[in-house]
């Protein structure tokens, strides 16, 4: 399930930065789509640890 969830991040990303002119190219919206999961996980451990008492 996680692994879907991951695909599906990096395809959102990616389809969404390819079909503007934020990046120059396709091969950038691509590596920027297949980092989007591992940005997301981390901002969601950070989050979490400042909402859950176990983190402080």
């Known amino acids: 399930m996680a692994t879907l ?3 599906a991040i990096a395809t959102a990303t990616t389809a969404a930065l390819a ?3 934020i990046v120059a190219s396709d091969f ?3 590596g920027i789509g297949a980092a989007a999961p591992v940005v997301v996980k981390k901002i969601a451990g950070y989050a979490e640890s400042l909402v859950s008492p176990e983190g402080r």
């Open 5 to 7: 969830l991951h695909l």
């Open 19 to 21: 079909t503007t002119a």
């Open 28 to 30: 950038v919206a691509f």
